[in-house]
Every structure is written in structure tokens, then in C-alpha cells.
């Protein structure tokens, strides 16, 4: 039987923290680099029950400042959805964590959509890395980011690329566990799961 009408609507998965979870904080923050242009710097580390978030600053010297890595991935963004072509490369903030056991997580990567003909929710099986918000302009930006599932035990290595503002910086921490035992104490804040 041929299905009547058009085909179901189609929405992103949702990649972000379950409103209803108080998050654990993660003692956590270190400098990835600098150099004469910025520095990048992450703090605050909340582990949840399907991954954590963080927040990445980025200050600039010059205060007069042009750059905005809020811009470049907006530009990156609105390529995708509207079907040109994507700024070049050495235009475009990128942002990517890589985990112990060989997987990574990109900041440029496109949209996923969850499978509503299947009738049930598609899960990502691959680590994603999702922008949640950011402010700045000027001297200083914040990007707060959320990435899912939890990271296997181990190291993680953080890494942030734009050629444009001479960024190409790399950190590596053995975090993996530590935020995992962070998210064991994670709570809810109206009902958990099996309540």
C-alpha cells in the first residue's frame, strides 16, 4: 500500500544534556596553546548519565579584533543547509576531541537527522560534539559544547584548528575515567529514570 501524503518530517537528533538531570562538576581546565594572535583555553566540566560538556574560552590580544569563531561555524552551518559551498578550509574553526580507543568527535560535521519512518529514535553509535551556545566578540568568545556518549576510560586528546588566526593547538589528559565517575553522581532533578 502506497503511503498517503509526504514523507514524515524528519528532526534533528537531540544532542544536549537531559533538561532534567543536574549535571556533576568535573575538576577540569587547562590551556590548549597561545601564540600572538589567542589563546584557548577549557573549563567547566559537568558530566551527565550520556556524556559531558565544557566550555571552551578563546581570548584575543588585539582589541580591536575581527575574528569570531561563532561567524566561521555559522558560515559552515548555512552552507550545509542551504546546499553551497562551504567556506575554505582556511576560514573554517574546527574543534575535535579523539578518545583512547581510536574513535574522534568533529565540530565539522553535518546535521543528523533521527529516522521517524522507522518509528523508533535512531541513536548515534559515533562520539558527537555539539555546539550548545556561545557568546563573545571582541577580545574574548565562549563556546559551550556537549559531547555524547561518555568517553571510554583513558585519554583524551583535544584538538583546535583555524588557520586563519594561527590556531592549530593540541592537548592531551587522561580524563576519560574521571568523567565517567563524575556522571555516576550526576542526579535528577524530578524523577530518575527507573522511579
Known sequence: M??????????FIRRAPDPNELGHPVPLSFVMGRNEIAAVGVTAFIAYH??????LAMVFADPQ????PLSSMHEVRMAQVTGKAS???HDQFRL??????GSVAGSSGSFDFEDETA?????????SLTLLGGSGG???????????????PGPIVFSCEWPLAK???QHELDAGQQIVDAAEKSKHLLRGPTE
Open 2 to 11: 502506497e503511503p498517503l501524503g509526504p514523507p514524515p518530517l524528519r528532526r
Open 50 to 55: 550520556d556524556g559531558f560538556e565544557f566550555t
Open 138 to 152: 571582541g577580545v574574548k568568545s565562549d563556546l559551550r559544547w556537549f559531547v555524547t556518549p561518555l568517553p571510554p
Open 167 to 169: 590556531i592549530s593547538f
Open 96 to 101: 575535535a576531541l579523539s578518545f583512547g580507543k
Open 119 to 127: 518509528g523508533k529514535e535512531v541513536r548515534p553509535v559515533a562520539p
Open 65 to 68: 579584533n575581527r575574528f569570531s
Open 87 to 89: 567556506p575554505p578550509d
